[in-house]
Protein backbone atom coordinates (compact mmCIF):
# COMPACT_ATOMS: atom_id res chain seq x y z
CA UNK A 1 0.00 0.00 0.00
CA UNK A 2 1.27 3.49 -0.63
CA UNK A 3 2.37 5.11 2.31
CA UNK A 4 -0.50 7.55 4.02
CA UNK A 5 0.23 10.79 5.46
CA UNK A 6 -2.38 13.61 7.94
CA UNK A 7 -2.23 16.14 6.53
CA UNK A 8 -3.81 18.67 8.12
CA UNK A 9 -6.32 20.58 6.39
CA UNK A 10 -8.36 22.39 9.01
CA UNK A 11 -8.21 24.35 12.30
CA UNK A 12 -9.71 25.96 14.58
CA UNK A 13 -9.58 27.85 18.32
CA UNK A 14 -12.90 28.82 20.94
CA UNK A 15 -11.93 31.20 23.53
CA UNK A 16 -14.11 31.74 26.02
CA UNK A 17 -14.68 36.02 26.13
CA UNK A 18 -13.34 36.47 29.92
CA UNK A 19 -9.91 37.98 30.36
CA UNK A 20 -8.46 37.00 33.85
CA UNK A 21 -5.06 39.14 33.94
CA UNK A 22 -2.45 39.47 36.41
CA UNK A 23 -3.56 42.24 37.87
CA UNK A 24 -7.39 40.96 38.33
CA UNK A 25 -5.19 37.87 40.54
CA UNK A 26 -3.25 40.34 42.78
CA UNK A 27 -7.15 41.23 43.82
CA UNK A 28 -7.75 37.37 45.11
CA UNK A 29 -4.49 36.12 45.99
CA UNK A 30 -0.93 36.58 47.35
CA UNK A 31 1.16 37.73 44.17
CA UNK A 32 2.06 40.60 42.07
CA UNK A 33 1.77 40.73 38.25
CA UNK A 34 5.82 41.38 38.45
CA UNK A 35 6.17 38.02 39.81
CA UNK A 36 3.77 36.44 37.48
CA UNK A 37 5.73 37.45 34.04
CA UNK A 38 8.96 37.37 35.57
CA UNK A 39 8.98 33.64 36.66
CA UNK A 40 6.03 32.51 34.05
CA UNK A 41 5.81 34.97 30.95
CA UNK A 42 1.92 35.01 31.64
CA UNK A 43 0.17 37.88 31.48
CA UNK A 44 -3.31 37.01 31.22
CA UNK A 45 -5.92 33.92 30.52
CA UNK A 46 -9.26 33.47 29.78
CA UNK A 47 -11.35 31.91 31.98
CA UNK A 48 -15.31 30.43 31.26
CA UNK A 49 -18.18 31.78 32.81
CA UNK A 50 -21.04 29.65 34.26
CA UNK A 51 -22.71 27.51 31.89
CA UNK A 52 -19.82 27.07 29.45
CA UNK A 53 -18.84 23.65 28.78
CA UNK A 54 -15.25 21.65 27.58
CA UNK A 55 -18.39 20.09 24.90
CA UNK A 56 -19.89 23.70 23.99
CA UNK A 57 -16.07 24.63 23.48
CA UNK A 58 -15.12 21.92 22.28
CA UNK A 59 -18.25 21.97 19.35
CA UNK A 60 -16.97 25.24 18.59
CA UNK A 61 -13.82 24.62 17.85
CA UNK A 62 -14.19 21.24 15.72
CA UNK A 63 -16.78 23.72 13.42
CA UNK A 64 -14.51 26.33 12.54
CA UNK A 65 -11.66 23.73 11.91
CA UNK A 66 -14.46 21.46 10.12
CA UNK A 67 -15.18 25.33 7.96
CA UNK A 68 -11.85 25.66 7.44
CA UNK A 69 -11.61 22.32 5.48
CA UNK A 70 -14.43 22.54 3.94
CA UNK A 71 -15.77 18.92 5.48
CA UNK A 72 -18.93 17.83 6.84
CA UNK A 73 -19.41 16.14 10.02
CA UNK A 74 -20.85 13.21 8.56
CA UNK A 75 -17.73 12.73 6.32
CA UNK A 76 -15.34 11.94 9.45
CA UNK A 77 -14.22 8.82 10.15
CA UNK A 78 -13.18 9.49 13.79
CA UNK A 79 -13.55 12.10 16.77
CA UNK A 80 -10.35 12.21 19.18
CA UNK A 81 -11.54 14.79 22.46
CA UNK A 82 -7.61 15.49 24.37
CA UNK A 83 -8.76 16.63 27.94
CA UNK A 84 -7.89 16.18 31.62
CA UNK A 85 -11.77 17.95 32.48
CA UNK A 86 -14.65 16.39 30.60
CA UNK A 87 -18.14 17.87 31.53
CA UNK A 88 -18.13 14.15 33.58
CA UNK A 89 -16.29 11.29 34.65
CA UNK A 90 -19.57 8.81 32.20
CA UNK A 91 -20.06 9.71 29.37
CA UNK A 92 -17.12 10.47 27.84
CA UNK A 93 -17.09 14.09 26.32
CA UNK A 94 -16.01 12.88 23.05
CA UNK A 95 -19.44 11.50 22.86
CA UNK A 96 -21.20 14.46 23.44
CA UNK A 97 -19.06 16.53 21.26
CA UNK A 98 -19.61 13.75 18.28
CA UNK A 99 -23.77 13.96 18.80
CA UNK A 100 -23.35 17.74 19.41
CA UNK A 101 -21.49 18.03 15.89
CA UNK A 102 -24.64 16.02 14.07
CA UNK A 103 -21.33 13.43 13.06
CA UNK A 104 -24.05 10.77 12.90
CA UNK A 105 -22.77 7.08 14.45
CA UNK A 106 -18.99 8.02 13.85
CA UNK A 107 -16.51 6.76 16.52
CA UNK A 108 -15.10 8.91 19.06
CA UNK A 109 -13.28 8.64 22.41
CA UNK A 110 -11.32 10.66 24.81
CA UNK A 111 -7.36 10.52 25.01
CA UNK A 112 -6.04 11.09 28.53
CA UNK A 113 -2.57 12.86 29.07
CA UNK A 114 -2.23 15.71 30.22
CA UNK A 115 -1.38 18.01 28.47
CA UNK A 116 0.90 16.14 26.31
CA UNK A 117 -3.23 14.70 25.07
CA UNK A 118 -3.08 16.42 21.64
CA UNK A 119 0.37 15.18 20.68
CA UNK A 120 -0.96 11.62 21.43
CA UNK A 121 -4.11 12.36 20.01
CA UNK A 122 -2.68 13.37 16.51
CA UNK A 123 -0.65 10.55 16.86
CA UNK A 124 -3.00 8.56 17.41
CA UNK A 125 -5.22 10.55 14.37
CA UNK A 126 -2.03 9.51 11.91
CA UNK A 127 -2.23 5.83 12.82
CA UNK A 128 -5.33 5.33 11.97
CA UNK A 129 -4.86 7.22 8.70
CA UNK A 130 -1.35 5.59 7.80
CA UNK A 131 -3.36 2.00 8.67
CA UNK A 132 -5.88 2.82 6.12
CA UNK A 133 -8.70 3.01 8.90
CA UNK A 134 -9.74 6.73 8.16
CA UNK A 135 -9.27 9.43 6.22
CA UNK A 136 -10.57 11.59 7.95
CA UNK A 137 -9.79 12.54 11.73
CA UNK A 138 -11.16 15.45 13.90
CA UNK A 139 -8.33 16.22 16.84
CA UNK A 140 -9.46 18.38 19.61
CA UNK A 141 -7.66 19.77 22.44
CA UNK A 142 -9.79 21.16 25.46
CA UNK A 143 -9.53 22.38 28.85
CA UNK A 144 -11.86 23.82 31.82
CA UNK A 145 -9.24 24.04 34.38
CA UNK A 146 -9.94 27.02 35.95
CA UNK A 147 -12.82 25.19 38.15
CA UNK A 148 -10.70 22.68 39.37
CA UNK A 149 -7.94 25.59 40.89
CA UNK A 150 -7.87 26.02 44.45
CA UNK A 151 -7.61 30.26 44.23
CA UNK A 152 -6.01 30.01 47.35
CA UNK A 153 -2.89 28.56 46.09
CA UNK A 154 -0.62 31.17 44.41
CA UNK A 155 1.70 28.27 43.34
CA UNK A 156 -1.13 27.06 40.71
CA UNK A 157 -4.02 29.30 40.44
CA UNK A 158 -2.13 32.14 38.27
CA UNK A 159 -0.89 29.39 35.94
CA UNK A 160 -3.54 27.93 34.03
CA UNK A 161 -6.05 28.84 31.72
CA UNK A 162 -9.14 27.82 29.85
CA UNK A 163 -9.46 27.00 26.04
CA UNK A 164 -9.94 24.82 23.09
CA UNK A 165 -8.49 24.16 19.63
CA UNK A 166 -9.05 21.43 17.13
CA UNK A 167 -7.30 20.45 13.47
CA UNK A 168 -8.94 18.49 10.73
CA UNK A 169 -6.51 15.98 9.83
CA UNK A 170 -6.92 13.67 6.12
CA UNK A 171 -5.36 11.18 4.18
CA UNK A 172 -2.74 12.34 1.57
CA UNK A 173 0.05 10.28 -0.06
CA UNK A 174 1.73 13.62 0.38
CA UNK A 175 4.65 13.77 2.82
CA UNK A 176 2.96 15.92 4.81
CA UNK A 177 1.26 16.36 8.52
CA UNK A 178 2.95 13.86 11.17
CA UNK A 179 6.24 12.75 9.47
CA UNK A 180 7.43 11.36 13.33
CA UNK A 181 6.04 10.87 16.52
CA UNK A 182 8.15 10.64 19.92
CA UNK A 183 5.53 9.51 22.68
CA UNK A 184 7.10 8.95 26.46
CA UNK A 185 5.95 8.77 30.06
CA UNK A 186 7.40 8.37 33.25
CA UNK A 187 4.45 7.40 35.91
CA UNK A 188 7.22 7.74 38.72
CA UNK A 189 6.47 11.19 38.48
CA UNK A 190 2.68 11.34 39.11
CA UNK A 191 2.50 12.80 42.18
CA UNK A 192 4.28 16.51 40.91
CA UNK A 193 1.08 17.13 38.91
CA UNK A 194 -2.11 15.45 41.01
CA UNK A 195 -5.53 15.68 41.47
CA UNK A 196 -5.73 13.39 44.61
CA UNK A 197 -9.44 13.40 45.24
CA UNK A 198 -13.08 12.26 43.16
CA UNK A 199 -11.29 9.54 41.38
CA UNK A 200 -12.02 6.18 42.24
CA UNK A 201 -8.93 5.80 44.80
CA UNK A 202 -10.17 8.96 46.97
CA UNK A 203 -13.87 8.91 45.91
CA UNK A 204 -15.85 12.30 46.20
CA UNK A 205 -17.04 12.75 49.71
CA UNK A 206 -17.13 15.48 52.25
CA UNK A 207 -13.50 14.77 52.97
CA UNK A 208 -12.74 15.48 49.56
CA UNK A 209 -14.23 19.23 49.63
CA UNK A 210 -13.13 19.84 52.98
CA UNK A 211 -9.66 19.06 52.20
CA UNK A 212 -9.20 20.67 48.77
CA UNK A 213 -8.76 17.31 47.35
CA UNK A 214 -10.59 18.34 44.28
CA UNK A 215 -7.61 20.79 43.15
CA UNK A 216 -5.00 20.33 41.10
CA UNK A 217 -1.72 19.92 43.17
CA UNK A 218 1.69 20.46 41.71
CA UNK A 219 5.29 20.22 42.83
CA UNK A 220 6.33 23.53 40.82
CA UNK A 221 10.51 22.59 40.74
CA UNK A 222 10.04 19.24 40.18
CA UNK A 223 7.78 19.70 36.89
CA UNK A 224 10.32 22.22 36.39
CA UNK A 225 12.93 20.17 35.69
CA UNK A 226 11.29 17.62 33.88
CA UNK A 227 10.29 20.21 31.19
CA UNK A 228 13.49 21.73 30.61
CA UNK A 229 14.83 17.62 30.79
CA UNK A 230 12.59 16.34 28.62
CA UNK A 231 11.44 19.15 26.51
CA UNK A 232 14.93 19.33 24.17
CA UNK A 233 15.49 15.28 24.22
CA UNK A 234 12.09 14.70 22.72
CA UNK A 235 12.79 17.26 19.97
CA UNK A 236 16.05 15.99 19.10
CA UNK A 237 14.39 12.50 19.03
CA UNK A 238 11.66 13.53 16.79
CA UNK A 239 13.75 15.39 14.64
CA UNK A 240 16.04 12.58 14.17
CA UNK A 241 12.75 10.34 13.44
CA UNK A 242 11.80 12.15 10.75
CA UNK A 243 14.80 12.02 8.52
CA UNK A 244 15.17 15.58 8.99
CA UNK A 245 17.53 17.87 10.89
CA UNK A 246 17.28 20.61 13.26
CA UNK A 247 18.23 23.06 10.93
CA UNK A 248 15.21 22.31 8.20
CA UNK A 249 13.03 23.20 11.60
CA UNK A 250 11.45 26.53 10.29
CA UNK A 251 8.99 27.11 14.50
CA UNK A 252 8.60 24.59 17.01
CA UNK A 253 5.59 24.82 18.90
CA UNK A 254 5.73 23.96 22.48
CA UNK A 255 3.49 23.33 25.37
CA UNK A 256 2.62 26.99 26.88
CA UNK A 257 3.46 26.30 30.36
CA UNK A 258 6.50 28.80 31.10
CA UNK A 259 8.55 31.06 29.19
CA UNK A 260 11.81 30.52 31.63
CA UNK A 261 10.79 26.43 30.31
CA UNK A 262 10.95 27.75 26.35
CA UNK A 263 14.20 29.79 26.50
CA UNK A 264 16.22 26.80 28.72
CA UNK A 265 15.07 24.29 26.10
CA UNK A 266 15.91 26.69 23.24
CA UNK A 267 19.22 27.29 24.98
CA UNK A 268 19.85 23.42 24.90
CA UNK A 269 18.61 22.96 21.49
CA UNK A 270 21.44 26.13 20.41
CA UNK A 271 18.05 27.32 18.95
CA UNK A 272 17.26 31.33 18.80
CA UNK A 273 14.23 31.57 21.32
CA UNK A 274 12.64 32.94 17.92
CA UNK A 275 12.27 29.98 16.67
CA UNK A 276 9.74 29.01 18.95
CA UNK A 277 6.13 30.14 18.72
CA UNK A 278 4.71 31.54 21.96
CA UNK A 279 1.27 32.93 23.21
CA UNK A 280 1.12 31.75 26.70
CA UNK A 281 1.54 35.71 27.97
CA UNK A 282 -2.14 36.07 26.27
CA UNK A 283 -3.70 32.35 27.40
CA UNK A 284 -1.49 31.19 29.97
CA UNK A 285 -1.35 27.04 30.18
CA UNK A 286 -3.93 25.91 28.78
CA UNK A 287 -3.05 22.23 28.98
CA UNK A 288 -3.68 20.01 26.23
CA UNK A 289 -5.59 23.02 24.32
CA UNK A 290 -2.26 24.57 24.17
CA UNK A 291 -0.41 23.40 21.73
CA UNK A 292 -3.21 23.23 19.05
CA UNK A 293 -4.21 27.11 19.97
CA UNK A 294 -0.88 28.50 19.34
CA UNK A 295 -0.84 26.05 16.20
CA UNK A 296 -3.87 27.90 14.96
CA UNK A 297 -2.81 31.32 15.50
CA UNK A 298 0.48 30.58 13.95
CA UNK A 299 -0.81 29.77 11.08
CA UNK A 300 -3.49 32.37 11.30
CA UNK A 301 -0.99 34.75 11.81
CA UNK A 302 1.08 33.82 8.97
CA UNK A 303 4.16 32.64 11.24
CA UNK A 304 3.66 29.42 9.86
CA UNK A 305 3.45 28.85 6.12
CA UNK A 306 3.07 26.03 3.71
CA UNK A 307 5.55 23.89 3.31
CA UNK A 308 6.99 24.47 6.53
CA UNK A 309 8.39 22.05 9.02
CA UNK A 310 7.40 22.41 12.72
CA UNK A 311 7.90 20.50 16.01
CA UNK A 312 4.71 19.82 18.15
CA UNK A 313 6.20 19.25 21.44
CA UNK A 314 4.53 18.58 25.10
CA UNK A 315 5.06 17.85 28.41
CA UNK A 316 3.32 17.16 31.55
CA UNK A 317 0.94 15.50 33.97
CA UNK A 318 1.63 11.89 34.06
CA UNK A 319 5.00 12.81 33.97
CA UNK A 320 4.02 12.33 29.84
CA UNK A 321 5.77 14.13 27.02
CA UNK A 322 5.47 13.48 23.22
CA UNK A 323 6.60 15.40 20.37
CA UNK A 324 6.17 15.40 16.70
CA UNK A 325 7.57 16.83 13.20
CA UNK A 326 4.91 18.18 11.08
CA UNK A 327 4.88 19.39 7.64
CA UNK A 328 2.00 21.90 6.85
CA UNK A 329 0.57 21.02 3.42
CA UNK A 330 -0.12 23.41 0.63
CA UNK A 331 -3.84 23.08 1.31
CA UNK A 332 -5.08 23.98 -2.73
CA UNK A 333 -2.27 21.52 -4.21
CA UNK A 334 -1.68 18.39 -2.15
CA UNK A 335 -4.86 15.56 -3.24
CA UNK A 336 -6.44 14.25 -0.36
CA UNK A 337 -6.83 10.53 -0.73
CA UNK A 338 -10.69 9.22 -1.75
CA UNK A 339 -10.60 5.46 -0.79
CA UNK A 340 -13.68 4.31 0.28
CA UNK A 341 -14.74 5.34 3.25
CA UNK A 342 -16.03 3.38 6.65
CA UNK A 343 -19.53 4.03 6.85
CA UNK A 344 -21.07 3.68 10.04
CA UNK A 345 -23.94 1.33 10.54
CA UNK A 346 -26.50 3.49 11.47
CA UNK A 347 -25.60 5.91 8.65
CA UNK A 348 -25.90 3.01 6.03
CA UNK A 349 -29.12 2.04 7.51
CA UNK A 350 -30.65 5.41 7.43
CA UNK A 351 -29.93 5.66 3.94
CA UNK A 352 -30.90 2.29 3.28
CA UNK A 353 -34.38 3.37 4.80
CA UNK A 354 -34.84 6.65 2.76
CA UNK A 355 -33.86 4.72 -0.44
CA UNK A 356 -36.89 2.47 0.27
CA UNK A 357 -38.93 4.90 1.17
CA UNK A 358 -38.41 6.69 -1.82
CA UNK A 359 -38.76 3.69 -4.13
CA UNK A 360 -42.05 2.76 -2.17
CA UNK A 361 -43.27 6.24 -2.69
CA UNK A 362 -42.55 6.30 -6.35
CA UNK A 363 -43.46 2.51 -6.98
CA UNK A 364 -46.50 2.37 -5.29
CA UNK A 365 -49.22 3.61 -7.76
CA UNK A 366 -47.70 1.92 -10.53
CA UNK A 367 -47.60 -1.33 -9.12
CA UNK A 368 -50.61 -1.75 -7.22
CA UNK A 369 -53.19 -1.35 -10.07
CA UNK A 370 -50.77 -4.33 -11.57
CA UNK A 371 -51.01 -6.10 -8.77
CA UNK A 372 -54.87 -6.14 -8.51
CA UNK A 373 -54.93 -7.09 -12.19
CA UNK A 374 -52.46 -9.95 -11.34
CA UNK A 375 -54.67 -10.45 -8.79
CA UNK A 376 -57.64 -10.14 -10.99
CA UNK A 377 -56.31 -12.67 -14.12
CA UNK A 378 -55.04 -15.41 -11.56
CA UNK A 379 -58.93 -15.65 -10.30
CA UNK A 380 -60.24 -16.14 -13.80
CA UNK A 381 -57.76 -18.29 -14.42
CA UNK A 382 -56.97 -20.49 -11.21
CA UNK A 383 -53.67 -21.99 -12.31
CA UNK A 384 -53.91 -26.26 -11.62
N1 LIG B 1 3.29 34.99 43.46
C1 LIG B 1 4.26 35.35 44.32
N2 LIG B 1 5.10 34.48 44.87
C2 LIG B 1 4.97 33.18 44.55
C3 LIG B 1 3.98 32.74 43.68
C4 LIG B 1 3.12 33.70 43.13
N3 LIG B 1 2.14 33.39 42.26
N4 LIG B 1 4.07 31.42 43.54
C5 LIG B 1 5.10 31.03 44.31
N5 LIG B 1 5.64 32.09 44.93
C6 LIG B 1 6.75 32.13 45.85
C7 LIG B 1 6.95 30.84 46.58
O1 LIG B 1 6.07 30.74 47.66
C8 LIG B 1 8.39 30.94 46.98
O2 LIG B 1 8.48 31.73 48.13
P1 LIG B 1 9.45 31.34 49.32
O3 LIG B 1 10.83 31.36 48.72
O4 LIG B 1 9.19 32.41 50.32
O5 LIG B 1 9.03 29.97 49.76
C9 LIG B 1 9.03 31.72 45.84
O6 LIG B 1 7.95 32.34 45.14
C10 LIG B 1 9.79 30.86 44.89
O7 LIG B 1 9.06 29.70 44.62
P2 LIG B 1 9.53 28.64 43.59
O8 LIG B 1 8.54 27.54 43.50
O9 LIG B 1 10.97 28.29 43.85
O10 LIG B 1 9.49 29.53 42.29
P3 LIG B 1 10.00 29.15 40.86
O11 LIG B 1 10.96 30.17 40.40
O12 LIG B 1 10.39 27.72 40.77
O13 LIG B 1 8.70 29.32 40.00
C11 LIG B 1 6.90 28.09 39.06
C12 LIG B 1 7.54 28.60 40.32
C13 LIG B 1 5.62 27.35 39.42
C14 LIG B 1 6.59 29.25 38.13
C15 LIG B 1 7.91 27.12 38.36
O14 LIG B 1 8.35 26.18 39.30
C16 LIG B 1 7.31 26.42 37.20
O15 LIG B 1 6.98 27.03 36.21
N6 LIG B 1 7.23 25.06 37.25
C17 LIG B 1 6.64 24.32 36.18
C18 LIG B 1 5.15 24.41 36.31
C19 LIG B 1 4.45 23.90 35.08
O16 LIG B 1 4.85 24.20 34.01
N7 LIG B 1 3.40 23.14 35.32
C20 LIG B 1 2.58 22.63 34.31
C21 LIG B 1 3.26 21.60 33.52
S1 LIG B 1 2.20 20.96 32.32
Known amino acids: ?15 PPKVLTNFDLEQIVDTT ?7 TGIRQRRMVEDGETNSGMSVKSAQAALAKAQLDPNQLDLIIVA ?48 AGQADNVLVIGTEILTRNLNWRDRN ?24 SQVLGSDGSGAEALIVRGGGTTIPM ?19 FKFATRTLSRAVRKAVSASGLSLDEINMIIPHQANMRIIELAATLLRLPVDRFYVNLDRY ?16 DEGAVRDGDNLVLVGFGAGLTWAASVVRIGVVESVPTLT ?25 VPFVLPLYSRVLRIRKRKPLS
Not at 83 to 109: E, I, N
Not at 168 to 179: K, M, R, W
Not at 284 to 299: M, Q
Open 33 to 39: DEWIVSR
Open 156 to 179: TCVLFGDASAAVVVQASTEPTGVL
Open 83 to 130: TSSPDYFVPPVSSMVQHALGAKGVGAFTLVAGCTGFVYALATAQQFIA
Open 339 to 363: APRMVPLSQFRGAAKRVAGRVLETA
Open 1 to 15: MMQRYGRITGWGKYL
Open 284 to 299: GNTSAASIPLALCEAL
Open 205 to 223: SQRVVDEGLHHLEMDGPEV
